[in-house]
């Protein structure tokens, strides 16, 4: 069996990120790991080497872009 495909969620809105990451985990297929601001973002997606980024892109003080 593969392994599951790392999902990074950075979302400023925390109803967002749980409907995500139940979404995700309603399968086995995916792991995932969420964050609230772009910056921390940048710093788990260098670390954790995601599969999958599913990214805000009105987030405060950096946008997705």
């Not at 990451?21 to 969420?34: C, D, I, Q, V, W």
């Amino acid at each position: 069996m593969p392994r599951p495909k790392k999902v990074l969620i950075i979302d400023d809105d925390h109803d967002t990120q749980f409907l995500i990451e139940k979404t995700l985990k309603s399968g086995e297929r995916y792991t995932s790991l969420a964050c609230n601001t772009a910056s921390d973002g940048l710093e788990m997606a260098k670390t954790w080497h995601p599969d999958i980024i599913i990214l805000d892109m009105n987030l405060p003080k950096m946008t997705g872009l």
